[in-house]
Nanobody
Framework: QVQLVESGGGLVQAGGSLTLSCAAS????????MGWFRQAPGKEREFVGG????????SYADAVKGRFTISRDNAKNTVYLQMKSLKPEDTAVYYC????????????????????WGQGTQVTVSS
């Protein structure tokens, strides 16, 4: 079993920056693909970004590409989502997720591919 805990959410003004963290515990593996998803009020959960086991492969949704950066520190079992130039449209609950398929070379975008989920952290961008 793997437990994921997101942190770093909060209220930020449009144009500002925020960095989210996802700490993994339990039966964790550095070989897991890690993804970030978000769900805005009244909308479906959507893929934000992901990173493979080595960190050599990343993937981003078009809506955040160029503004968000995902990284991982396997020694700390932690994944980060650095968010810049935040927009009100970025307001959502952000979730981190882990795909237990080890050594996966690609980053899945479908939430159904991921096995473990955190409880989420609220990000609110004011205008």
């Amino acid at each position: 079993q793997v437990q994921l805990v997101e942190s770093g959410g909060g209220l930020v003004q449009a144009g500002g920056s925020l960095t989210l963290s996802c700490a993994a515990s339990g039966r964790t593996s550095s070989n897991y693909v890690m993804g970030w998803f978000r769900q805005a009020p009244g909308k479906e959960r959507e893929f934000v970004g992901g990173i493979n086991w080595s960190g050599a492969r990343t993937s981003y949704a078009d809506a955040v590409k160029g503004r968000f950066t995902i990284s991982r520190d396997n020694a700390k079992n932690t994944v980060y989502l650095q968010m810049k130039s935040l927009k009100p449209e970025d307001t959502a609950v952000y979730y981190c997720a882990a795909d237990s398929a080890r050594l996966l070379a690609y980053v899945p975008r479908n939430y159904g591919e991921y096995d473990y989920w955190g409880q989420g952290t609220q990000v609110t961008v004011s205008s």
